[in-house]
């Protein structure tokens, strides 16, 4: 019989729940045992750790990622035909965020490193502008100097797009503090992770914070009086008590990323494989380790008869997706993001693989070009 490969896993959840079932299963318990599934102190109790963690004012505790773009949008004003610039690269819940306020979005390309160009941000600026959505890829920052001096410079706001990007900084500032709003998700395959979708947001403007925690609780004001229509947005205890153990442990995976990180930089063959370098004004945190190549497709299909497990993010860009055509985009307006996502391939780069499996996975690519 022939022996099976090994996997080696792009994600690996169940290993993060056997390290931290011991410490983990009482705070479980201790939140099934109250009763008390909705709010309460264990939402506070992350929403202050956060804030203090990330030096803000205010943390705002959300449903999901895509409801704290939402929410921060609308607690900035920004609402039916107002233009909002964004890359259409990222996944689809940056731009649909924009879509579903009414707002338009207005797409610029990227550069080589998957971040949008601020060059092209500006160009896109028209008198219908009111904002900026950058959106940190990968765990990679975008350029958030040039494109704050752009939003000063044109009186407009900036939404970050902070998903992928917990713990990154640029020139020595947190994601998600750079801009008027960061907007996070903690849905189970982010660095910082919940077992299930969650969400928050980052701000100083305690105005938008208060504004955001009432959209999230149907705008009420108490249990009887509705000061504005909305929505649901609530995250719920168990995962507010479940991201308060796990932010404690952020820097632990943050740097186990980075240190597999590092191995792929230093074996990865760079005459065929393209990834960023590691400029001193960045803080990557690597929610994904994504590279480019030709041949991605025959690459991808070789890595997996090996046992290795790939993904990519993302193979259609937005705005040719089904559900962007009434966007007036089309083949060819965005070139190097639709070049890139013919050549982009993610690599695991998960905390819970060894030195060995990492290195391993670097000499497949390796041998599939070089061979």
């Known amino acids: 019989m022939k022996n099976k490969i090994p996997v080696i896993p792009y994600v690996n959840l169940a290993n993060q729940w056997e390290t931290e079932q011991q410490e983990l299963l009482p705070v479980i318990t201790d939140v099934m045992s109250k009763g008390h599934y909705v709010g309460g102190e264990q939402v506070t109790e992350f929403e202050s750790t956060a804030a203090n963690r990330f030096g803000v004012s205010d943390c705002v505790a959300l449903n999901c ?5 939402v929410c921060a949008l609308i607690g900035l004003g ?18 649909a965020a924009i879509v579903h306020i009414g707002a338009v979005p207005i797409f610029a390309d990227v550069l080589e490193d998957q971040s949008i160009d601020p060059d092209l941000v500006e160009a896109a600026i028209t008198e219908k502008t009111k904002a900026i959505m950058p959106v940190h890829l990968t765990g990679r920052m975008a350029k958030m100097v040039p494109l704050k001096e752009i939003a000063k410079k044109y009186n407009l706001a900036m939404v970050e797009d902070a998903a992928q990007s917990i713990g990154s900084t640029y020139n020595g500032e947190l994601s998600g503090t750079i801009g008027d709003v960061g907007c ?3 849905h189970p395959l982010k660095n ?15 105005k938008i914070a208060d504004r955001v925690r009432s959209l ?9 009086i509705v000061e504005q229509f909305g929505y649901v947005s609530r995250m719920d205890t168990l995962q507010a008590a479940i991201l308060s ?20 930089q230093k074996i990865l063959n760079r005459e065929f494989i393209y990834f960023p370098a590691q400029n001193p004004e960045y803080f990557d945190t690597f929610h994904t380790f994504v590279i480019q190549v030709n041949r991605r497709d025959e690459l991808k299909s070789y890595l997996k008869s090996c046992g290795v497990q790939t993904a990519i993010h993302y193979p ?8 962007s055509k009434s966007l007036g985009n089309g083949p060819g307006d965005f070139p190097i993001t639709e070049k890139q996502c013919k050549r982009i391939l993610t690599l695991p780069v998960n905390q819970s693989l060894s030195p060995a499996q990492v290195t ?3 000499n497949k690519v390796n041998e599939f070009f070089e061979n």
């Open 192 to 206: 910082l992770n919940a077992c299930g979708d969650a969400g928050f947001i980052l701000t100083n403007n305690t």
């Open 316 to 323: 259609i860009p937005i705005h040719l997706q089904p559900a």
């Open 65 to 69: 990622g895509t409801d704290a773009l």
């Open 360 to 362: 391993h996975v670097a």
């Open 245 to 264: 153990y796990r932010i404690r442990s952020l820097d632990k995976v943050i740097e186990k990323r980075r240190q597999n990180a590092a191995i792929y």
């Open 216 to 224: 999230r609780n149907h705008g009420l004001v108490n249990r009887d």
């Open 78 to 95: 920004i609402g039916r035909g107002d233009e909002v610039i964004t890359p259409p690269n990222s996944f689809i819940a940056s731009t």
């Open 184 to 186: 996070f998700s903690a």
